[in-house]
């Protein structure tokens, strides 16, 4: 127990306090004061003993245990805590760390950030008062005075989680750091109250306190890494009652359960865990039984709701709704339709008067029935349980909804505030009725990191953009938000143009992730006597008119990929942008932003800067990479570089160095020099005994060995780091030599600040080690990386921000001539150092002052944005001169802009390549078109040649090899051609044998299977009966094994046996196939695939072979011995005969009746019954369908001879006038039910066909749409045009008539051919008899054939119809069959 030491009063001190600690308890007491315990040190106890734990080492907890003191109070004797009891803030806050500097030079003005991703980041304390995190801060905003109160965290390391006591008189601030504090607080007087202390090792990630019915008395927290300790408090009197390991991962939350008290739950990646505070035989424990999932897929729990009967209901990473009893999923819950309750993860769960409201990341808040929830449960055939929301509230376009929290006014409790991690903070009505009011935004804020910051130069204004691609620009003194603009990809630079490119200060320049540049104009609304009624504005407050706005100047894409810093050259010339893509791009900003050119750099580019124009006669450009190289480029004149097919600029005067690691040399010399002074400070104690000792026993007088000089230990060898450093920041300073910058680097060469200079550098890129390295203090651990450098206007500051969200300023050395400022190595010896960012997450990006350094604005990864008052004990300089205000003077924004939103977009080098490939291949096109003019011309002539070739006397005509000029070259072509349809083989090879492998597999696993397919046959002509065939699967081994096994027949059967289609099946043998004509099984023959398995068999048929060879000649042994009790051979031999014939019979109502073996009736002859019997039905089925293949095949044989017989009468009616013509019937056609086989067969004719089909169905669509635009249809003035011929039918008719025409006009030459003369040409009486005759006897055939078509024809049907009826015979007998 910590004794209190309490301000102003005495200290009030128990004596002779004996303690005793049992397991996981930490020890806190030393004799008569209070231990402390060093940073990082915890203290593991075990039974009757205290442990101590050296620094770094942490507490090691299994899962499930908890600790707890059972000292009785005879053993310990309690401080109690008054109620009235309060901390001086004063003394506990973090301050900043000084050397040399004042106190106030940096004082806390406004925050205008909001970490809004950051979970459970709001709160309501009252009717009109929020509060949420921002850094190292507890912002509290007042929604009705829009006044702001900051609280600054005790550690200084950073604040992890708020939570709000019941009554609404205390809340909890959760701290990070080393044994982190929690905090509670009185509200609204905002004094320390308690300190909770040793809670966790790093950070609290959630608190909660208990409910209103337990009056609030303790508060669960849990830990963040790496212990995850979840403790339970007496948080009035600061103690520990319980505490356990709560999971091996990230924990979103904890919360005592509203209705049970005594329980608990904890929930975060991948998990959901279910506590209880039992009572054991030793004492109170936390026990905790992991939810387990099951089935349903693991999911990040980061909301879910207690309910009353002790079930929990959480939300899922897909948006549906788990309902947990019992440690087990009862159901899961979703729309109807399997549609998710959210679409993505669900943030908040509450449990509101019978009702259930959820919010997710789709920005929809959704209220559901309590009733229909808890009663939920899964049936047989849904595994889901689907229901409708009883109302839906979207909150607006481009939310998504972190937390929500209750308003704190009992009136109006369906008011609540929600977190949108899109930057806002709603304020929303949930009720289930239509009058409800809408969504309303009481606050917007950045969202994400905010990656660039800078000041106008004339106001006290300040821009920011944020990786959503959010642009705001505030009011440093009021706290205003005077503008804000959004654009599509994420943001990544800014910059505030100076006075020498808009005197008016009103431009300013964008990046963005996607390489977009966009320089945007502020416009002023309000004039300068109304500027003073927006004083008391919210920093972000909406719904209020803005007094300015953004509109686009200018838009291009300088890079493909981020644009990560910009720099404007002191005479407003030109604009420099770096990328992600290692380039850096000149625009000429007085041409309205035209593109000069780029160039290419070594790596990706950090930062940009132009030499002051009063140090180099030349303008140049300080360029540092990723990979440690700097670049000093020669500033690009336009008229020099030809950008008419690229910008590229070459060549490009420029310098390039690599920087080289230092570090290890300025190691080995500190530890040099120490030791040197060491070596110094014993040589002077030496010569101190010495004088001493002489004086003592004379001059001769000399030290012993013990008090010689200790041989020094040679120092070690450094190793040497092979890494690369990143270049972070580079600058110039003025007025330091000229050609001379200064760099901060990260990873191992963090820690100093090194200047450099590129006299005698080439464009080799050599490496290159900094003459100069100034140290900076190790404030906040080593290696600690400067990740933002900022020289005040006035020159005399270097502020500086860290990776770690830490903000130092150092002020540099005066020097000689006025207003001279230099870097030197006093950087370590005076400073001002305060933390403010988050300490994990809150990297400074960027830190920037107003043109008069009255504010410093500071921005971080985390989101935040911070405005100090810079008290520099300095005259503010005068206003910049400007023509005219701000406020009058307004830049028009040029019109018809056009934003770039598509991140595919061209960059601007890329467009220039592309028109110019564009050009180029214009160009090559009209050339090949020249080229195709000329060939086709020559074409033409070549075949006017060889016209004029046939038209000449055979023996003066040219043969075909006299037109090839040059064989060989015809031979080489063709030579290509085969060479190309070889390689176009092999191409689709792999392609090729890919398809036929898979459909090889295809038709094992669903075609080869099935003996025979369903076939219907349809009869002939007008017939429409028809009959089809069973589709009968085939037997599998395993059935056929099963019937040999049950046969007495152990062998195995082949794996494959030909079907009836002829096609080779595995495993469509069936018994017949293998049993003789008795019915009996046959032997087998051995047809074992497996490996080894003929090797196997053959020995064991000559080891059975040997064994029969035995018996038989034992037998022929025992045949020899006669029997003990020997019979005469002819009675016995009689004795048979009488028993074969007449028998010995007992009747089966006997006492002592057996019945025979082989009449026993066993499961297995049965089972052998039903496999024999199944077998006959595959016999059946079989024999049936041979039957109707034989059917249709002969069906295909008829139609054959019917064309045949037709083709004959066509040939015949040619010769016959058309009264004697009978009519034709059809052909028949065999339908695609009739041959399925086929359907899978194709050929290059039937693909050729489709292709034509498709064509001329294509055409048809096209003609009846343009019929249709021309007022074709109902109503309109024509319809779409019909194909020539009109239908199929009406063709296949007109056909018909066509043949029957020709026929006719073609009898009387036809007969003229055969002898008969025409009619009216004159015969003779014996010509007309013998043409009668011929008329008579092609009549005759015609006849013959029509009748032998009818009669195939309805023979076929005849068949059919046996067919069919058999089939019913059929059916019976195997409905029969499986009946039984």
Not at 227 to 239: H, I, N, P
Not at 439 to 468: C, F, M, Q, W
Not at 675 to 697: D, G, I
């Amino acid at each position: 127990h910590n004794r209190l030491q309490r301000e102003g009063e005495t200290q009030q001190v128990t004596e002779e306090v004996t303690q005793q600690v049992t397991e996981g308890e930490t020890q806190q007491v030393t004799e008569g004061e209070t231990q402390q315990v060093t940073e990082g040190e915890t203290q593991q106890v075990t039974e009757g003993e205290t442990q101590q734990v050296t620094e770094g080492e942490t507490q090691q907890v299994t899962e499930g245990e908890t600790q707890q003191d059972t000292a009785t109070e005879e053993q310990l004797e309690e401080e109690f805590i008054p109620e009235d009891f309060y901390y001086d803030y004063n003394d506990h806050v973090s301050k900043p760390l000084i050397q040399g500097m004042p106190e106030d030079v940096l004082t806390l003005h406004s925050s205008l950030g909001y970490e809004c991703q950051r979970r459970s980041n709001l709160v309501v304390m009252d009717t009109d008062t929020i509060m949420f995190i921002a850094g190292n801060i507890v912002q509290m905003v007042n929604l009705l005075s829009w006044q702001h109160h900051y609280l600054r965290s005790l550690s200084g390391g950073g604040i992890g989680a708020l939570a709000v006591h019941p009554s609404h008189k205390f809340f909890a601030v959760g701290e990070k750091g080393s044994l982190p504090h929690i905090c509670i607080y009185s509200y609204p007087d905002l004094k320390l109250y308690r300190l909770l202390r040793e809670g966790t090792e790093q950070a609290y990630s959630h608190l909660d306190f208990s409910s209103v019915t337990s009056n609030g008395k303790l508060l669960a927290s849990v830990g963040s890494s790496p212990d995850y300790m979840l403790t339970v408090w007496d948080w009035k009197q600061e103690k520990i009652v319980l505490r356990s390991k709560a999971f091996s991962q990230e924990i979103y939350r904890v919360t005592f359960s509203p209705d049970n008290e005594g329980q608990l739950t904890t929930s975060g990646t991948g998990h959901i865990r279910f506590w209880k505070m039992a009572t054991t035989f030793t004492g109170l424990k936390l026990q905790g039984e992991l939810g387990k999932f099951g089935r349903t897929e693991l999911s990040d729990i980061s909301a879910y709701v207690e309910l009353p009967d002790g079930k929990v209901l959480s939300g899922s990473e897909w948006g549906n709704m788990l309902l947990w009893d019992g440690g087990f999923i009862k159901v899961e819950i979703a729309k109807k339709g399997k549609k998710s309750c959210h679409n993505g993860n669900i943030e908040a769960i509450y449990l509101d008067e019978g009702e259930l409201i959820t919010a997710g990341v789709d920005g929809l808040i959704r209220v559901w029935d309590f009733e229909t929830i808890d009663n939920a449960d899964i049936t047989e055939d849904n595994s889901v349980f689907e229901m409708e929301p009883l109302a839906e509230i979207k909150v607006g376009s481009d939310v998504s909804l972190k937390s929500l929290t209750r308003s704190a006014d009992v009136n109006t409790p369906h008011l609540w505030y929600a977190q949108d991690s899109n930057g806002a903070i709603w304020k929303i009505d949930i009720v289930v009725s239509h009058t409800r009011k809408a969504p309303e935004r009481l606050i917007t804020y950045h969202s994400g990191e905010i990656t660039g910051l800078d000041t106008s130069p004339t106001k006290h204004l300040v821009a920011s953009i944020s990786a959503n691609g959010s642009v705001r620009v505030h009011n440093c003194e009021t706290s205003e938000l005077i503008c804000q603009s959004k654009f599509t990809g994420g943001g990544s630079s800014l910059l505030w143009a100076a006075n020498t490119v808009d005197p008016a200060g009103q431009t300013l320049i964008t990046g963005y992730a996607d390489g977009v540049l966009r320089v945007l104009l502020l416009q002023h609304h309000l004039s300068s006597h109304d500027h003073r009624k927006t004083l008391s504005l919210s920093p972000a407050r909406t719904g209020l008119a803005m007094s300015s706005s953004l509109s686009l100047g200018h838009v291009c894409k300088p890079h493909n990929s981020s644009l990560t810093c910009l720099a404007i050259d002191g005479q407003g010339q030109l604009l420099a942008t770096g990328g992600a893509d290692s380039t850096v791009f000149f625009l000429s900003v007085k041409d309205n932003y035209q593109p000069v050119g780029f160039i290419s750099t070594p790596s990706a580019v950090t930062t940009l800067q132009w030499t002051p124009t009063a140090q180099l006669e030349k303008l140049k450009l300080l360029v540092c990479c990723e990979d440690g190289a700097m670049l000093e480029v020669v500033a690009p004149h336009k008229d020099l570089y030809d950008t008419s097919k690229t910008y590229l600029l070459e060549p490009l005067l420029f310098t390039c160095r690599h920087f080289s690691s230092v570090k290890d040399k300025i190691k080995k010399a500190k530890e040099e020099a120490a030791r040197n002074a060491e070596r110094e400070r014993k040589r002077k104690q030496r010569e101190a005994r010495l004088k001493k000792k002489r004086e003592k026993e004379g001059e001769d007088a000399v030290l012993s060995d013990e008090e010689e000089e200790e041989e020094e230990a040679p120092l070690e060898e450094e190793k040497q780091t092979t890494g690369i450093s990143p270049v972070l920041t580079g600058f110039y300073h003025y007025p330091q030599p000229d050609n001379t910058f200064w760099l901060t680097m990260g990873g191992y060469d963090t820690g100093y600040i090194y200047q450099c200079t590129m006299d005698g550098a080439t464009d080799d890129g050599a490496l290159y080690e900094p003459e100069v390295a100034v140290p900076l203090p190790p404030l906040g651990g080593e290696g600690r990386q400067l990740t933002a450098v900022y020289i005040s206007h006035k020159g005399q500051h270097l502020i500086t921000g860290m990776d770690n969200g830490v903000i130092r300023i150092h002020p540099l050395a005066a020097g000689s001539t006025a207003n001279a400022y230099y870097i030197t190595e006093s950087l370590q010896d005076c400073y001002w150092s305060v933390s403010v960012h988050d300490n994990d997450t809150g990297r400074v990006n960027r830190l920037v002052s107003t043109f008069d350094d009255q504010y410093v604005i500071s921005v971080g990864a985390d989101g935040n944005l911070f405005v100090f008052k810079f008290n520099s004990k300095l005259e503010p300089p005068a206003l910049p001169a400007v023509p005219g205000s701000v406020g009058d003077k307004v830049t028009s924004p040029p019109e018809d802009v056009k934003d770039i939103e598509d991140p595919r977009a061209y960059s601007i080098e890329d467009a220039k390549q592309k028109a110019e490939h564009d050009r180029k291949m214009k160009l090559a096109e009209e050339k090949k078109q020249r080229v195709r003019i000329e060939v086709s011309g020559l074409r033409k002539h070549f075949l006017q040649v060889l016209l004029r070739n046939k038209q000449l006397p055979t023996h003066l005509r040219l043969s075909a090899g006299d037109f090839i000029m040059d064989p060989e070259m015809e031979e080489k072509l063709a030579e290509q051609t085969k060479e190309k349809v070889e390689l176009v083989h092999k191409e689709m090879a792999w392609e090729l044998e890919k398809n036929r492998i898979g459909l090889n597999k295809l038709q094992m696993k669903y075609k080869a299977v099935v003996e025979f397919e369903r076939i219907v046959v349809w009869g002939m002509d007008k017939c429409n009966d028809f009959v089809s065939s069973y589709r009968a699967p085939a037997p599998s081994p395993e059935f056929l094994n099963m019937i040999l096994q049950s046969s007495g027949i152990t062998e195995l059967l082949p794996s494959a046996t030909t079907t009836a289609a002829g096609i080779s099946v595995p495993g469509t043998s069936t018994i017949s196939d293998i049993t003789s004509p008795s019915g009996q099984p046959a032997a087998l023959h051995t047809g074992i695939n497996k490996k080894g398995s003929t090797r196997r068999l053959s020995k064991m048929e000559a080891k059975r072979l040997r064994r029969e060879q035995r018996a038989k000649q034992w037998e022929a042994i025992l045949k020899r011995k006669p029997d003990d009790k020997f019979e005469d051979p002819h009675d016995a031999e009689l004795l048979r005969i009488a028993r074969d014939n007449i028998g010995d019979y007992k009747l089966k109502s006997s006492k002592d009746y057996v019945v025979p073996e082989d009449q026993q009736v066993t499961t297995d002859r049965k089972r052998h019954e039903l496999l024999l019997l199944r077998n006959k039905l595959f016999d059946y089925r079989r024999s049936y369908n041979k039957k109707l293949i034989a059917l249709r095949d002969r069906k295909v044989q008829d139609i054959t001879k019917i064309e045949q017989l037709l083709s004959k009468v066509r040939e015949l009616q040619k010769h016959l006038p058309v009264d004697k013509r009978s009519a034709l019937p059809a052909v028949p056609q065999l339908r695609p039910e009739e041959i399925p086989e086929r359907r899978m067969e194709y050929t290059d004719d039937t693909l050729v066909k489709f292709k034509e089909e498709m064509v001329v169905k294509q055409e048809a669509e096209q003609r009846a749409k343009a019929g249709a635009d021309d007022f074709g249809g109902f109503g309109g003035f024509g319809g779409a045009p019909t194909a020539p011929g009109g239908t199929e039918e009406e063709n296949k008719d007109e056909t018909v008539a066509k043949e029957q025409a020709i026929g006719s006009s073609t009898a009387t030459t036809s007969i003229s051919s055969m002898g008969i003369p025409p009619s009216d040409a004159h015969v003779s009486k014996l010509e007309a008899q013998l043409q009668k005759e011929q008329l008579i006897h092609m009549e005759y055939e015609q006849l013959q054939c029509l009748h032998e078509v009818t009669s195939l024809i309805d023979n076929f049907n005849k068949d059919l119809l046996h067919l069919r009826h058999y089939k019913y015979h059929q059916d019976v007998i195997l409905k029969t069959a499986e009946l039984r």
